[in-house]
Protein backbone atom coordinates (compact mmCIF):
# COMPACT_ATOMS: atom_id res chain seq x y z
CA UNK A 1 0.00 0.00 0.00
CA UNK A 2 1.33 3.83 -1.38
CA UNK A 3 0.25 6.90 0.80
CA UNK A 4 1.42 10.79 0.48
CA UNK A 5 1.20 12.37 3.88
CA UNK A 6 2.27 15.80 4.66
CA UNK A 7 6.27 15.70 6.87
CA UNK A 8 5.12 15.73 10.98
CA UNK A 9 7.91 18.16 10.98
CA UNK A 10 7.44 20.33 8.12
CA UNK A 11 3.91 21.03 6.97
CA UNK A 12 5.32 22.20 3.85
CA UNK A 13 6.86 18.87 3.16
CA UNK A 14 5.55 15.45 1.83
CA UNK A 15 6.23 12.15 2.87
CA UNK A 16 5.99 9.00 1.17
CA UNK A 17 4.62 6.03 2.86
CA UNK A 18 4.61 2.46 1.87
CA UNK A 19 3.65 -0.89 3.73
CA UNK A 20 4.21 -4.17 2.01
CA UNK A 21 1.63 -7.03 2.04
CA UNK A 22 -0.45 -9.07 -0.50
CA UNK A 23 -3.23 -7.77 -3.04
CA UNK A 24 -6.09 -9.98 -2.95
CA UNK A 25 -8.86 -11.17 -5.52
CA UNK A 26 -11.29 -8.14 -6.32
CA UNK A 27 -14.75 -9.49 -4.61
CA UNK A 28 -17.96 -9.25 -7.15
CA UNK A 29 -20.23 -6.47 -6.25
CA UNK A 30 -22.59 -4.48 -7.76
CA UNK A 31 -19.92 -1.23 -7.20
CA UNK A 32 -18.45 0.33 -10.27
CA UNK A 33 -15.05 1.31 -7.86
CA UNK A 34 -11.73 -0.42 -7.92
CA UNK A 35 -11.73 -2.66 -4.57
CA UNK A 36 -9.52 -5.77 -3.41
CA UNK A 37 -8.79 -7.13 0.20
CA UNK A 38 -4.99 -5.97 1.59
CA UNK A 39 -3.12 -8.15 3.84
CA UNK A 40 -0.26 -6.69 5.83
CA UNK A 41 2.96 -8.74 5.54
CA UNK A 42 3.67 -7.65 9.12
CA UNK A 43 2.17 -9.54 11.50
CA UNK A 44 -0.27 -8.89 13.84
CA UNK A 45 -1.73 -6.73 10.92
CA UNK A 46 -3.74 -4.83 13.77
CA UNK A 47 0.13 -3.10 14.58
CA UNK A 48 0.78 -2.81 10.98
CA UNK A 49 -2.03 -0.94 10.95
CA UNK A 50 -1.53 1.32 14.08
CA UNK A 51 1.92 1.68 12.57
CA UNK A 52 0.47 3.02 9.35
CA UNK A 53 -1.55 5.42 10.49
CA UNK A 54 0.95 6.79 13.12
CA UNK A 55 3.00 7.36 10.31
CA UNK A 56 0.48 10.14 8.74
CA UNK A 57 -1.32 7.85 6.33
CA UNK A 58 -5.04 8.77 5.98
CA UNK A 59 -7.85 6.49 4.68
CA UNK A 60 -6.90 7.46 1.72
CA UNK A 61 -3.96 4.39 0.39
CA UNK A 62 -3.40 3.46 -3.10
CA UNK A 63 -2.97 -0.65 -3.50
CA UNK A 64 -0.22 -1.58 -5.77
CA UNK A 65 0.66 -5.06 -6.53
CA UNK A 66 4.33 -5.78 -6.40
CA UNK A 67 7.06 -4.87 -3.64
CA UNK A 68 7.71 -1.22 -3.91
CA UNK A 69 9.06 -0.89 -0.75
CA UNK A 70 12.82 0.23 -2.15
CA UNK A 71 11.16 1.81 -5.42
CA UNK A 72 9.40 4.58 -2.86
CA UNK A 73 12.97 4.63 -0.82
CA UNK A 74 14.84 5.23 -4.36
CA UNK A 75 11.78 7.79 -5.42
CA UNK A 76 12.14 9.80 -2.64
CA UNK A 77 15.97 9.82 -2.48
CA UNK A 78 15.26 11.30 -5.97
CA UNK A 79 12.59 13.68 -5.23
CA UNK A 80 14.48 14.78 -1.77
CA UNK A 81 11.46 14.05 0.10
CA UNK A 82 11.08 11.39 3.44
CA UNK A 83 10.24 8.42 3.23
CA UNK A 84 9.03 5.96 5.28
CA UNK A 85 8.55 1.99 4.89
CA UNK A 86 5.71 0.80 7.68
CA UNK A 87 6.37 -2.62 7.55
CA UNK A 88 9.91 -2.42 8.27
CA UNK A 89 9.36 -0.46 11.64
Known amino acids: ML ?5 RTNSE ?4 LAMEGSVGDMPQTSLKITQAWFQTSKRPSTLAMENWIGAGATHH ?16 RL ?3 P ?3 VAHD
Do not use: F, M, Q, Y
Open 3 to 7: AVTLD
Open 79 to 81: AKL
Open 13 to 16: RLTL
Open 61 to 76: GALSAGHLAEAVTWVS
Open 83 to 85: SRI
